[in-house]
Nanobody, 120 residues
């Protein structure tokens, strides 16, 4: 069964950087990345970055200027570079995509989540 797999989270000091990755766990027919979400403790899930198939990006004001979303279509992978991290960026980060497997119907997938903790 296909899974959406994230990696790259961790503990970083304020002002530091991290790069998150999101990819399908096996060979697929197609993938449409919908965006990056995050959920801080006690807060609602927040959509903060999107990227289209053509590479156009949009960001929430909370991360604009500090985050860069990119994709490698050959690898069916998206990357989120986050710089100048702040303690308020601490959250579990998720990617979301619609995947069409090689055999079967398309479906929406969520990554397992990766913890990003920014210390002050």
């Amino acid at each position: 069964q296909v899974q959406l797999v994230e990696s790259g989270g961790g503990l970083v000091q304020a002002g530091g950087s991290l790069r998150l990755s999101c990819t399908a766990s096996r060979s697929i027919f197609s993938i449409h990345f919908r965006g990056w979400y995050r959920q801080a403790p006690g807060k609602q899930l927040e959509l903060f970055a999107t990227i289209t198939g053509g590479g156009s990006t949009n960001y929430a004001d909370s991360v604009k200027g500090r985050s860069t979303n990119s994709r490698d279509n050959a690898k069916n992978t998206v990357y989120l570079q986050m710089n100048s991290l702040k303690p308020e960026d601490t959250a579990v980060y998720y990617c979301n995509a619609v995947i069409t497997p090689k055999y079967g119907l398309e479906n929406e997938y969520w990554g397992q989540g990766t913890q990003v903790t920014v210390s002050s």
